[in-house]
């Protein structure tokens, strides 16, 4: 398994939790840019990045197990303290 960056790990659960319903609209991949934007978390994060983040998730999803695999990229990625 491979390592991903903390920015990474925000943006996979948002994407995971906005394609929950099995779809991802363009409002919902806006609302991630704003808060990518906006968010002191993100504020060393380069926004030209953000669809191809966001692909990664999705094609890492489509795997056989891919949400235990978003999970335990995010687990990895996320400091104890940030981990909820």
Avoid at 2 to 7: D, E, G, L, N, P
Avoid at 9 to 20: C, W
Avoid at 25 to 41: K, N, Q, V
């Amino acid at each position: 398994m491979h390592t991903i960056s903390h920015h990474s790990a925000l943006i996979y659960v948002m994407v995971v939790v906005a394609a929950s319903d099995g779809v991802m609209s363009d409002r919902e991949m806006e609302a991630i840019g704003r808060r990518t934007r906006t968010l002191p978390a993100f504020a060393d994060f380069d926004s030209e990045r953000l669809v191809q983040v966001a692909q990664e998730c999705a094609d890492i999803l489509q795997e056989d197990d891919g949400l235990n695999a978003i999970l335990g990229l995010v687990r990895e990625a996320l400091p104890e303290h940030l981990r909820e």
